[in-house]
């Protein structure tokens, strides 16, 4: 939990909240403010929309932490706002609401309109509050009202306001965060290769763990030196590039396609054997620059002889834990079916360059579309098999 203080309708507020919870949800749930309605969720529809320092903004996309020290006004608070005075009066002589889901945001909205417009153009407000939809009234309604408003103000010789009272512009919209901008925004992570070293390369519970096995038809002894062979494994993995090697430590990057997100995590490990028990780990860490995303990861593996010796089980157990905007998207079944792929394209690679054949290097580590969505599919047929026919078995 993060503590979060901010101004919200003048009043000061200095509140524990999660540091993924929207400013929607934090006036809505914390506050009770529910003036500020949630539509889309994805920052389109307008209805969310509240000021911040006085600049309108998309609140169920605005993360409450980044408003730190910020002055919030919601609906709630422009009860007695001159313009949104004026606003309310014209709406309903003008018939610009009809269900009021969106009258909150189009009010918000509407008022920046006033303060900027010099005068009633048309085109112009229909344009400012193209972010702002309404399922019911047309806007024919709502622009008239918007139009008669400002005729009425520049009438009485009230100036537009330039920018609409706009200073600077720091997190989220919010002027007064703009002095803490240093503090709120994340430093960029310097690439893990230039920071660590063997000894600052620590173990770590993972967050997830996932464990693979496959066979490969060649001794344990022989599979166990071409494990020390770390050039030649990471020949075999799709993905990764070495810049650096060293007895106990590697340094390079892999990188991995998650559907459209391609992610390039440069790092470095520590590589541990141990020739008696035909077993080993390597422990990595790693950043990726473009999202300011980091994991960490181990994978640890043990060679298991088969059919008298003649061939090898290889089990591994790969954990890991991912944290930045990439955490959002690695749930555990997207990086579970990727890691499968992975591994089989790895396993098949490592037979062909221990047989003396070209591996055949593929681009990035890669998830697709249309494999996440026939497995999805296969999922939900089992289950739909699964309830009829169990269904079936109880009658």
């Given at each position: 939990m993060t503590t979060i203080a901010l101004q919200?309708?003048?009043?000061?507020?200095?509140?524990?909240?999660?540091?993924?919870?929207?400013?929607?949800d934090f006036v809505r749930d914390k506050l009770d403010l529910t003036g500020t309605h949630l539509g889309c969720e994805h920052g389109v529809c307008g209805a969310c929309t509240v000021l911040l320092d006085g600049v309108p903004a998309r609140s169920c996309i605005t993360y409450a932490a980044a408003c730190e020290g910020a002055d919030v006004t919601t609906i709630e608070g422009l009860d007695e706002d001159e313009i949104t005075?004026?606003?309310?009066?014209?709406?309903?002589?003008?018939?610009?609401?009809?269900?009021?889901?969106?009258?909150?945001?189009?009010?918000?909205?509407?008022?920046?309109?006033?303060?900027?417009?010099?005068?009633?153009?048309?085109?112009?407000?229909?344009?400012?509050?193209s972010g702002n939809l309404c399922r019911c009234t047309g806007y024919v309604g709502i622009v008239r009202a918007v139009q008669s408003v400002i005729e009425a103000r520049r009438a009485r010789n009230v100036g537009p306001l330039a920018d609409g009272g706009r200073t600077v512009l720091g997190p989220a919209g919010s002027g007064r965060a703009a002095t803490a901008r240093s503090e709120l925004r994340p430093a960029r992570p310097a690439p893990a290769s230039e920071s660590a070293t063997p000894s600052s390369i620590s173990d770590f519970t993972p967050a997830t763990i996932l464990d693979q096995r496959f066979t490969l038809p060649h001794p344990p002894a022989k599979v166990f030196a071409m494990f020390e062979d770390i050039a030649g494994i990471a020949s075999c993995l799709p993905g990764v590039s070495l810049t650096s090697l060293r007895?106990?430590?590697?340094?390079?990057?892999?990188?991995?396609?998650?559907?459209?997100?391609?992610?390039?995590?440069?790092?470095?490990?520590r590589v541990e054997r141990d020739p008696a028990a035909l077993s080993g780990r390597i422990v990595g860490i790693g950043t990726d620059q473009r999202s300011h995303s980091?994991?960490?990861?181990?994978?640890?593996?043990?060679?298991?002889?088969?059919?008298?010796?003649?061939?090898t089980s290889v089990e591994l157990s790969i954990g890991y834990t991912l944290t930045g905007m990439l955490a959002q998207v690695g749930r555990p079944g997207l990086v579970r079916d990727l890691a499968k792929r992975l591994i089989a394209e790895f396993a098949a690679n490592l037979d062909r360059h221990m047989s003396g054949a070209?591996?055949?290097?593929?681009?990035?580590?890669?998830?697709?579309?249309?494999?996440?969505?026939?497995?999805?599919?296969?999922?939900?047929?089992?289950?739909?098999?699964?309830?009829?026919?169990?269904?079936?078995?109880?009658?």
């Open positions: 919200v309708n003048r009043r000061a507020v200095e509140l524990p909240a999660e540091p993924r919870t929207s400013l929607a005075t004026e606003l309310r009066a014209a709406f309903t002589r003008e018939h610009a609401l009809q269900c009021g889901y969106c009258t909150p945001g189009m009010l918000v909205s509407a008022r920046d309109l006033v303060l900027r417009l010099p005068d009633a153009d048309e085109r112009r407000i229909r344009i400012g509050l007895s106990e430590r590697v340094e390079g990057s892999i990188r991995v396609r998650l559907g459209p997100i391609v992610a390039s995590f440069e790092g470095a490990a980091a994991t960490q990861g181990e994978i640890r593996y043990r060679l298991l002889p088969l059919e008298d010796g003649a061939a070209p591996s055949g290097r593929a681009a990035p580590a890669e998830l697709g579309f249309w494999s996440v969505a026939s497995d999805v599919l296969r999922a939900r047929l089992a289950r739909i098999f699964g309830r009829a026919f169990g269904r079936g078995g109880a009658e």
